[in-house]
């Protein structure tokens, strides 16, 4: 057994492949344009990155296909290494992106898919004008690029030849300079002069349409700086700082054609973006911007197919919640991963990394998360180098992770959502929380009325430890969807739990869980020592709210199928 052990030791990680989520994921790309992006989501540390970057874009990247993947958390992933090295909760390492650096990346990635289409002849300026025709009025900024000259005969001013007119000069000036959009030197060694001229003149097109848009966006900033400070909501506002990307979508999704040009585009961790910060006053604050760019999204895809679009996210958010807000159950086509099984983790990890015996101890306190499972046989491996002094059991390395859990994620993440639960005191305050939130005999009805921070922070820890009893009481796992009243979504501490990334929102069966078994733990562990901290007072405070007030969702235990 130890001689199994060592050799497993010596091993190094591999990705195992996944052959049913593989062909799914893989069959639905197959197709140039379909009528629905494709939402692939799931706790974090089940291998959704791992799966994209090493199992499927070698092949997506393979002509006739090319994909553009925009990795939110990470500027380049172009490693395993990347993939892992992801926070454990949803909560950023240290300052959130923006806005501006998320915008960028994105449309870098579709422009240099969109040259890559104009390299293969399979969009042309003709191509451009109809997809800019379709959504855009252009005659008056294409008259301003045009300059004097468009005024001299009114007769030759319409679009097709203003258009004309801004892609010549384009195309012979250095007016929109790009470095996307140019021919290099050996871009068209084995081309004709004439397919030459086609592809400058479609690169010169999409600097124009590029520059015609950033234009049009111009005029709008001081209505959009309104729109901020007001409050109020305008969609052509919106939609105009998602006009560039959604063009080249729209594009992209005309020119793809089987066996030829098979354009796709895999955005994950789609949900960074909808938390980046803006400081911009100028521009669409980052969740306008999220939801405007998926609702375009889903309008090409029904009303003229899109190319493949590919949304990877372990926000509990798209599990459930987003196919409300946007409207239908089934505007995405979701594929959730929960990772390995019991029988599969075990039939891959049992003599090739762990021994029986050890098997049995990481499977009972961890689970069978990928990511925690990759993680505890690095420790195991550095247990075994002869220069570590310590003892190399798998037990005493169980326990260094788990403390490593509690201290770096845990902890921090129930601060982030302690200081949640206090803002929603504060909003209700201030009058900001609709009072079907508010509901008789609700244990949040009756925050502070004052607005001591510490009276306000103790109400909100009590608030807390609440509902992390009664989801020990519930053995951590609720039905969200039992009692058909959505009880517990009001709740300000399971919100908050769920937008920090402890807890996930399941969407098929409908429950609310630890991301992992590991988590779960450490959310008891954090537990047990909030009450050990307590005071007399607090402890009266606490026991007094789970006697009187506290919660209970034993109720919403309820299986699928139970009656």
Known sequence: MAAAAGGAAGRPWRVIPRP??????????LH?????????????????????????????SDPPHYAAFVDFLHPAPTSPAHATAAPWSLLADSTPPTLPSLRLQLESAL??????????????????????????????????????????????SSVPVLWARAVLAATSSARGEDPTFRIGEGDAANCSME???YMQEAMAALRVAKELLRMQEGWRKEALREMNRTGRFSRPLVNSATDWPCLLLDVLSGAAEVDFFQPKLVLNNVDVLKRATCEDETMVPAAMYHDSFIWRVIALGANEQCLPVFMSTSDGYYSSQAFVDFGFPNIFISRETFG?????????????FFSEKEWKVVDEILGTNTRHLSEIYMLKQKASRPEVLHDTNIEEIVDTYLAHLQVSVVNPAMETALSMVQKFASDVRE??????????????RHPPRTDNPDTSYKWAKIQLMDFVQSFVNAE???????????????????????????????????FMRPITRGIQRCLARWLVQQRLELNLQESISFLWQRAIRGRSYRHLMKEVGYK
């Open 111 to 156: 422009e240099e898919l969109t040259r890559a289409a104009v390299l293969k002849g399979a969009v042309g300026s003709k191509d451009v004008l109809a997809a800019l025709s379709r959504s855009h009025g252009l005659h008056t900024a294409l008259s301003r690029l045009a300059g004097p000259a468009a005024g001299r005969g009114r007769g030759t």
């Open 20 to 29: 049913v989520l593989e062909t799914v994921l893989h069959n639905h790309a």
């Open 340 to 352: 390995w099984t019991q029988q599969e983790a075990k039939l891959h990890m049992v003599s090739e």
């Open 195 to 197: 397919e030459t001229a």
């Open 32 to 60: 140039p344009r379909v009528p629905q992006p494709l939402l692939l989501h799931g706790p974090r540390g089940v291998g959704k990155s791992t799966l994209l970057l090493n199992r499927l874009l070698p092949q997506w």
């Open 431 to 444: 009058g900001k929380i609709p009072e079907n939130r508010l509901s008789f005999g609700a244990p949040w």
């Open 476 to 510: 951590f796992g609720l039905n969200y969807l039992a009692d058909d009243s959505l009880e517990i979504l009001d709740d300000p501490a399971a919100v908050a739990m769920m937008e920090v990334g402890l807890l996930y929102q399941q969407r098929e069966p409908s």
